[in-house]
């Protein structure tokens, strides 16, 4: 049966909530993208859902005119797994922060990474808690000085690429809420990919943490201090595309454009994509975005609506009666 | 059979007997008494069954913390517990005689494996000199058998390895106690049979074992005579089958989904005593059931609380130290208005206390231990077989009220068992859940007159809504942090709570109308305190019982009944929960804590004597 779906405008998908954010917040921008990526889908509105946890990026549901839970603290990953499971025709999202995701949350994020349960997490990562005012996250780097650490943080910090691959994520990319046309397109990369997609986004919190990023992100540096990976195409940067990198047995070289290496996340090995996100670590070298890991797995809620769909078919539905009139059985007259 | 069931000896009935077998926790004891169970069933015995297991798996054999013990209480005439003291110990090794001896029924039974009183057996139970020589049994019937022995005999020619022929203990005894209480053989032959399909060696062996066992009875005169506990004629007609709590609840879940025409997903993350209901519900697939074993406590509740929010009848089951982790996310679903059905089969506690223990202790927690005003319904099953029906209870105030309800059992329950006369399906009340799919008006936060809003289901064009945790405006469900409209809205969920006094029923008294004591019970104190009761009427005393499912919201009509009793005792197994908000809810009257938190239910005796006490003083 074929059912004809009137497309979505970005509009469709504004809710007649007032948007709360401060102004000049990333979260905006990224609001306006998931919008923009999600009207085209060809997806029904009603079949959007959105899951959210707490802090300033998990407000996120109240502004899409689709279905939205906004949960508690650090547990949208198991809501989204009930949500999804009881009803795989659901196209459900999660929206989460970095201290949301990798503080509370960190338990449940890499179990839903683990079970590739089809849903897509967009983290909004300012390596600052916002909602709380200010205190350093689990994504802050070392020496942070922030409201509860006033001489420096001393805690080294998550690199959320990597502990998505470490999770055994089958979808990890990352995008930055200063590039529309980049995030858009990593959004929909997301959206097409079958189990857990995992989309770190660079946001920027223009209260506590104001231009975390700039160093790579901003617009005048960002060719030459980001490498967009995207599948089959050759591992290039720079303002004219004009540098490289290739991969040499366990570390990665830079090169020339020429010599790069053709980037493959669908490989069987997550190796290569580790070696990638640990590129952040090495101030020479540029920070990896777009998508780093691309692979097919079984999807958690598809094999467990299947177990309960093929007992109902082996089986038949079953008879409370039988349920209950079952064992050893005696009369008392 | 060619035996004559006593032919040579005399046949003495009983009315009723206790028997406990104990033993090292690889011994068997737990499949032995269910064995004696399941035909004592069948002969039509009420009964009531207690195991009394260790934490560890498999504590060093031959131990006292490895005594695994399994107590059966079987009769002809109405009973309500698994019995205070045992007529009959079976101990298969020093360990399970010096741990169990001393619930012994003076002049009772003891059968004693001798092939394990040997002097490292002593060591190891740390026992010394042999109870068996110092003349600490005298004042019982010690009945001696080297069964090590006996089965290694019997077994002569079969193929199974020495290790595996003493295995085969557990049959060999059980076919002792069959002969003692002139019981069949058929229903564990039959069951060996079902049991070892693959491994006939094994049936063989086992049947064997029993066999042999029966036949010593007659055999080598151990005893004075056979006993026969006649079938028990004061049950009600019907059709029964042998029920422990937790199989009950999660038959009831089913039960409850069905006639709310839901399908379950069931959240949740092991845990003693309640893991039994994960096993169980994830073998009902083709009831579309839902099963998912989740990284946590809480992640368990929120993946139900999603299960519920997209449609389905969203459970979790768990024990103390769970419902402490999910105290948040019960809120949420207190806030979002779902239905959601959280089981708690309470353990001692605090911390992770006595996993294997029974307490009543998480019913405080249970009503008030969330954040904020999270009013939620707290009902209480009372016996194995009530679970079914309180499973069913708390499925249709999820659904017709769209609130989480906690449904309490414990320890005592999950594991003890009773004859449950089955109901029949066309007296189950439907209950069928409405989903609103007309956007025509709709509103997030309207109510029905149950103060219940609409459920709907996501992917329902038209009706697209958000909803969370922070307050929301009355009606439209927007965050609203209004000052009148969060007391508005605390006193909406409040109201709900309460309408729902109005769908359940007052709780009949049994005994005088008007006594000198009312014994007020909830949960698992059921047994002991309708035994101590009825002994107490039947010995003239003034003293009437009442008991209560619904423990939260309390239903209508107590004040006026407890104005009939001079002094309303209040039995807990914890140090008095429910009477101190008895306390605070009805001030006028007199109510006794009466508090027992040693891990074990109130046996009869227990009451008997409280109620004594306040009558004489």
């Known amino acids: 049966m074929s059912v004809t779906i009137a497309p979505l405008t970005k509009k469709d998908l504004k809710s007649d909530q007032d948007v709360r954010w401060c102004p000049g917040c990333g979260d905006y921008a990224i609001l306006n993208a998931a919008q923009g990526a999600l009207a085209k889908l060809g997806i029904p509105k009603e079949n959007f859902m959105w899951v959210s946890g707490i802090g300033c990026s998990s407000r996120f549901p109240y502004y899409m005119d689709c279905y939205g839970f906004h949960t508690i603290h650090g547990r949208a990953p198991a809501f989204a797994t009930g949500i999804k499971t ?135 540096v960002r060719k030459s201090k980001t490498i967009d990976l995207q599948p089959g195409q050759p591992m290039v940067y720079g303002a004219e595309d004009e540098k490289g990198l290739r991969l040499r047995e366990f570390h990665v070289e830079r090169c020339t454009a020429e010599e790069a290496d053709i980037w493959d996340p669908t490989d069987a090995s997550p190796a290569r994509a580790f070696l990638m996100a640990q590129l952040d670590q090495d101030p020479e070298m540029p920070n990896p975005i777009g998508i780093l890991r691309m692979i097919d797995a079984p999807i958690f809620d598809l094999e467990v609506t299947k177990q309960v769909t093929d007992a109902v078919e082996k089986k038949g539905r079953g008879k409370l009666e039988d349920l209950i009139y079952a064992g050893d059985l005696w009369d008392v007259e | 059979m060619t035996q004559e069931i006593g032919t040579e000896l005399p046949l003495q009935q009983q009315e009723s007997v206790v028997i406990r077998f104990a033993g090292d926790s690889g011994d068997g004891m737990q499949i032995t008494g269910n064995q004696f169970t399941g035909t004592s069933a069948i002969l039509g015995n009420d009964l009531a069954t207690l195991p009394d297991f260790p934490a560890e798996i498999r504590a060093p054999a031959g131990t006292r913390p490895g005594v695994s013990g399994f107590q059966i209480h079987f009769s002809s005439s109405d009973i309500h517990t698994p019995g205070d003291a045992p007529d009959v110990l079976v101990a298969m090794n020093p360990a399970a005689l010096a741990v169990n001896l001393g619930d012994l029924k003076q002049g009772g039974i003891i059968v004693v494996n001798t092939g394990n009183f040997k002097a490292t057996d002593l060591k190891k139970a740390k026992v010394d000199p042999s109870p068996l020589e110092d003349h600490s049994l005298d004042g019982y019937r010690v009945i001696k058998i080297d069964i090590n022995e006996r089965v290694k005999m019997a077994l002569a020619d079969s193929p199974l390895s020495s290790k595996d022929v003493q295995r085969c203990k557990n049959f060999y005894t059980l076919g002792l106690m069959y002969w ?31 066999k042999a066992g029966y036949n010593a009875g007659d055999i080598h005169e151990m005893f004075q005579g056979q006993y026969e506990v006649p079938a028990c004629n004061t049950m009600p007609a019907g059709k029964y089958r042998n029920i422990m709590g937790n199989p009950a609840l999660s038959l009831g879940l089913v039960a409850g989904a069905e006639l709310a025409k839901l399908d379950i997903l069931l959240g949740a993350y092991p845990i003693t005593p309640a893991s039994d209901i994960l096993h169980q519900l994830s073998n009902y697939k083709n009831f579309g059931v839902i099963t998912m074993q989740m990284e946590d406590e809480i992640a368990a509740i929120c993946a139900a609380i999603g299960g519920s929010y997209a449609g389905h009848l969203g459970i979790t089951a768990t024990s103390g130290p769970g419902m402490a982790l999910k105290g948040e996310a019960m809120g949420l679903a207190v806030s979002a208005e779902l239905p959601l059905v959280i089981v708690d089969i309470q353990r001692a506690g605090p911390s992770t206390g006595m996993p294997t223990k029974v307490e009543q202790t998480d019913l405080l927690q249970s009503i008030f231990g969330r954040n904020g005003e999270a009013p939620m319904p707290v009902l209480a099953a009372s016996t194995p077989a009530d679970c079914f029906d309180m499973a069913i209870e708390a499925c249709r105030i999820a659904v017709e009220y769209m609130t989480p309800v906690i449904l309490l059992s414990d320890n005592y329950l999950s594991n003890g068992s009773e004859p449950w006369m089955l109901p029949k399906l066309e007296d189950l009340k439907p209950f069928e859940a409405k989903f609103r799919t007309d956007p025509e008006g709709y509103q997030p936060y309207s109510r029905d007159e149950k103060g219940a809003r609409p459920w709907v289901k996501p992917g329902t064009p038209g009706l697209e809504h958000r909803i969370g945790g922070l307050e929301k405006e009355n009606l439209t469900g927007n965050i609203c942090y209004d000052a009148d409209n969060h007391e508005l809205m605390t006193n909406l969920r409040q109201a709900k709570l309460m309408a729902v006094r109005e769908s359940i029923p007052t709780p009949e008294v049994t005994g005088a109308s008007d006594a000198d004591v009312l014994v007020l019970g909830w949960g698992s104190t059921l047994g002991p305190i309708t035994s101590a009761v009825d002994k107490s009427i039947v010995a003239g005393k003034s003293v009437a019982r009442i008991h209560l499912r619904h423990v939260w919201p309390l239903p209508h009509g107590l004040d006026e009944i407890f104005s009939r009793y001079k002094l309303i005792l209040v039995p807990e197994n914890n140090l008095g929960q429910m009477a101190r908000i008895l306390k605070s809810e009805y001030p006028t009257h007199n109510f006794h804590s009466y508090a027992k938190v040693q891990g074990k239910p109130f046996t009869t005796t227990d009451i008997l004597a409280k109620i004594t006490e306040i009558l004489e003083s």
Request: hydrophobic share 40%.
């Open chain 1, 86 to 220: 009881a009803n795989p025709e659901l196209s459900v999202w999660i929206a989460t922060g970095d201290g949301d995701c990798f503080s509370i949350g960190g338990n449940h994020i890499i179990h839903l990474l683990r079970r590739n349960v089809d849903v897509k997490v967009l983290l909004f990562n300012n390596e600052i808690y916002g909602l709380t005012k200010g205190q350093y996250s689990p994504t802050s780097p070392v020496g942070h000085r922030s409201k509860s650490t006033p001489v420096g943080s001393v805690d080294r910090p998550f690199n959320p690429l990597s502990v998505a691959l470490g999770a055994g994520a089958t979808f990890v990319a990352r995008t930055m809420d200063n590039d529309m046309k980049h995030m858009t397109l990593t959004i929909n990369q997301s959206a097409a990919h079958k189990g857990t997609a995992f989309v770190e986004i660079y946001q920027n919190c223009v209260i506590f943490n104001d231009g975390a990023f700039n160093e790579v992100a901003e617009k005048s």
């Open chain 2, 180 to 210: 003692l209480y002139s019981r069949p053989l058929e229903t564990t032959l039959n069951w060996l049979e079902e049991k070892f399909k693959k491994k006939p060696d094994l049936v063989k062996a086992n049947q064997m074992a029993l």
